[in-house]
């Protein structure tokens, strides 16, 4: 099952929770058992009012504070199998963290989705900052369609200590499990954070498609043609060059380079009416986790370059031969 599929398969099974929820809080407000207490429209309120000051409510930074100090019992997304490796490798679980933002869509839904994932994920490092953590790791992406144009974006990962590093005034990102990323440290690639890139865009063929103006032309015999809509692939293609290119500008705001692990793209056709030409619908997304080496340990394998037709001239390897930064 690929990243996507996992992804997706989370959505729907949030999804169903969710649904299931409002059902039941529905149903009791409908039979008036139940309505909030002035404790919980308290809680609302500061977590408003935190959101809007990006910072965590005072309930939640205490409930760090006491996780972190042994009080509270910690949660990690680790199997079991897995926990005795990261303490060999010096890697101690704090405690689980989430960052989660709503957010709707109005001139970009491009732009949109690049808020709303660095939005959630920030607001996950805020919580991993609270625990003193080095590091999140293992973190898990999904993402819920609202009922009207908005999203839900939701991440979780497990805070981490490394032995012998102070509390991280920054923890960073990583999609890793923890000992992955340590092995990584250990070869000298930092895992730094999360890269995003998505792009969306409408194609309205006035005159139809390649294949449409062909079927025009000929209806008999464009029923036995093997043809490429070119068009259509020329649009998708520069949906997706523009969404990788922002992925390329998001790592290098990080001054890193990105490893893309997970790319989708879907297309969907709208049929035209008397007042409204038909239209396509292209959208492409690509998640990476950004990585740099560390400028005192080198790699200690060998670079192989990896050329691109489309985007570059042929150029011969041994020029094209550098590091990651």
Same mark, same amino acid.
């Given at each position: ?23 039941? !809080? ?86 949109? *989705? ?67 990323? !340590? ?77 893309? *692990? ?64």
């Amino acid at each position: 099952m690929s990243i996507w599929d996992k992804i997706k398969q989370g959505i729907e099974d949030v999804a169903l929770d969710a649904r299931h929820a409002a059902e039941n !809080i529905s149903q009791n407000a409908s039979k008036g058992i139940r309505s909030q207490t002035p404790e919980e429209m308290q809680r609302y309120s500061e977590w408003e009012q935190a959101l809007r000051q990006r910072r965590l409510p005072s309930f939640v930074q205490n409930r760090m504070f006491q996780t972190s100090q042994g009080r509270l019992p910690w949660i990690s997304t680790a199997k079991a199998s897995e926990l005795l490796l990261q303490r060999s490798h010096g890697v101690q679980p704090i405690g689980m963290v989430t960052g989660n933002c709503w957010y709707h869509f109005g001139y970009s839904w491009t732009q949109g *989705h690049y808020d709303g994932w660095h939005t959630a994920v920030e607001r996950m490092r805020l919580e991993a900052l609270a625990l003193g953590a080095n590091a999140i790791v293992d973190v898990r992406m999904q993402v819920h369609r609202g009922e009207r144009e908005d999203m839900d974006y939701g991440v979780t990962g497990t805070a981490i200590r490394i032995r012998g590093l102070p509390p991280s005034a920054e923890p960073v990102v990583a999609t890793v499990s923890a000992l992955e990323f !340590i092995r990584l440290l250990e070869d000298g690639v930092v895992p730094v954070g999360i890269a995003i890139g998505a792009n969306f865009d409408w194609y309205s063929p006035w005159m139809g498609t390649v294949a449409a103006q062909a079927a025009q032309s000929a209806p008999f015999a464009a029923r036995y043609w093997n043809m490429e809509i070119t068009d259509l692939s020329a649009f998708q293609g520069n949906v997706r060059r523009r969404a990788l290119y922002d992925l390329r500008e998001d790592g290098r705001r990080m001054a890193a380079a990105v490893l893309a *692990h997970t790319s989708y793209t879907q297309m969907f056709h709208v049929a035209g009416d008397q007042d409204n030409p038909e239209r396509f619908l292209c959208r492409h997304i690509s998640i990476g986790t950004a990585v740099s080496y560390l400028p005192q340990n080198a790699p200690q394998h060998e670079l192989i370059p990896m050329i691109s037709l489309v985007d570059h001239p042929l150029k011969s390897a041994a020029t094209a031969r550098k590091d990651l930064i």
